[in-house]
């Protein structure tokens, strides 16, 4: 809005009078949308098939780019299209491991190719107890939960080091019980919420690194299709096996 205290205070993505175009209006379904004129950036040579993704991506920059990254290691949790764009900016950004986990072998096969140096399949492997082995012990520097599950949850606050970080943008559908004393007070951990993108900052971020060649996206765009078949792009959506879904409109 430009007018509440989160604005004037450079913190726009959480400004309380925000509406959200797809979610309080229409938004790319529509034939027609009314744009802030803030909100136009260029792509500068950015494919127009990345283009299309680079809202979630967003999301996955800001969860990562908030923390401190160089030298580091870093366990995602869920890899979902943008728990595997965490992934390739964590490596972009010079972690010096990159954990992911998920209960899909697909999406796991996702994060490889975006540069995860172990996955781990949360359904059939003890997630917490690789982490440590693969740290020394310590458990990680970083944890991005991006799934919110609950179970992923207290895996994510098990598995982060004495000191570390937890970045969470996974929602849960409900109440989740943390237990405040054991798993954040007594480990001295930085617990923070990811809200959308930072205005403009992610934005620019992302530009920079899509257009010098830091971040390639492209493995997780596993299906693309014309408009007239968005009955079948809903329907790869909703198998849950797919990344991100391209449609395009000639």
Known sequence: CGRCLQCRTGNSHICKNTRIIGVDRDGAFAEYIAMPATNVLPLDGVPTTVGAIMDP?????????????????????????????????????????????????????????????????AATDDVVRTVLDETGGEGADLVCEMSGVPSALHQAFAAVRLGGRVQLLGIPKGEVPVDFASEIIFKGITVYGVIGRKMYETWHQMRRYLTTGLLDPRPVITHQFPLAKIDEALAAIRAGDAGKIILEIA
């Open 57 to 121: 991506m967003g999301n996955a920059f800001h969860a990562v780019l908030s923390a401190e990254i160089q030298g580091s290691s870093v366990f995602v949790v869920g890899c979902g299209p943008i728990g595997c764009f965490a992934v390739g900016i964590a490596r972009a950004a010079g972690a010096a491991k990159v954990i992911a986990s998920d209960v899909n072998a697909k999406r796991l096969s996702l994060a490889r190719r975006m540069g995860a140096h172990v996955t781990i399949n």
